[in-house]
T-cell receptor, first 114, second 116 residues
Framework: GAGVSQSPSNKVTEKGKDVELRCDPISGHTALYWYRQSLGQGLEFLIYFQGNSAPDKSGLPSDRFSAERTGGSVSTLTIQRTQQEDSAVYLC????????????FGPGTRLTVL | AQKITQTQPGMFVQEKEAVTLDCTYDTSDQSYGLFWYKQPSSGEMIFLIYQGSYDEQNATEGRYSLNFQKARKSANLVISASQLGDSAMYFCAMREGNNAGNMLTFGGGTRLMVKP
């Protein structure tokens, strides 16, 4: 079956511009997560959506970061006024909400801020 | 304090031998889940194995097994009969709490290199 998809796969932008990253989760998975992986580092949690509940935004590093999930499916992560330190791979994952709640990851979007 | 600690930044193993990748965790929850992921140079995160905190048996998936020692709060990954394709970064992760569907906390990873 189809896995998690993300677009674009690569994004190069200039400092100060806004970017939008898209995630399509696995059909039927009600939980969706965004993580960030800086070069050579582990994954850092950003935001988590589950069903119709209010998202857990506790991992967002600043108010320049926001995310939404429309219709309980597709999600968009928006970074406003990008900074060079935002350069990283942004990974999306989805999971069922029954155990084992394994998170399946998309291929990621590599963001480069010049 | 780190919630997930992987103390081996890099490991070498000879092809066909077994290797153990260490992972210790810190949580006050009684119910939690432990996961291992593989990240090859292509960057994708590949799920390998899951262990629930109440699972009495160590999880196994093919050549992967998880050596779960709850009292020591360790969840080491054992890869048997290493293959060249096993060369990758390996991440240990934990989902805290009883509710399925919660964020994962990741360790810093271990880079495994399999020698021919």
């Amino acid at each position: 079956g189809a896995g998690v998809s993300q677009s674009p796969s690569n994004k190069v932008t200039e400092k100060g511009k806004d970017v939008e990253l898209r995630c399509d989760p696995i059909s039927g998975h009600t939980a969706l997560y965004w993580y960030r992986q800086s070069l050579g580092q582990g994954l850092e949690f950003l935001i988590y959506f589950q069903g119709n509940s209010a998202p857990d935004k506790s991992g967002l590093p600043s108010d320049r970061f926001s995310a939404e999930r429309t219709g309980g499916s597709v999600s968009t992560l928006t970074i406003q006024r990008t900074q060079q330190e935002d350069s990283a791979v942004y990974l999306c994952a989805s999971s069922p909400i029954v155990l084992p709640d394994t998170q399946y990851f998309g291929p990621g979007t590599r963001l480069t801020v010049l | 304090a780190q919630k997930i600690t992987q103390t081996q930044p890099g490991m070498f193993v000879q092809e066909k031998e077994a290797v153990t990748l260490d992972c210790t965790y810190d949580t006050s929850d009684q119910s939690y889940g432990l996961f291992w992921y593989k990240q090859p140079s292509s960057g994708e995160m590949i799920f390998l194995i899951y262990q629930g905190s109440y699972d009495e048996q160590n999880a196994t998936e093919g050549r992967y097994s998880l050596n779960f020692q709850k009292a020591r709060k360790s969840a080491n990954l054992v890869i048997s009969a290493s293959q060249l394709g096993d060369s990758a970064m390996y991440f240990c992760a934990m989902r805290e709490g009883n509710n399925a569907g919660n964020m994962l906390t990741f360790g810093g990873g271990t880079r495994l290199m399999v020698k021919p």
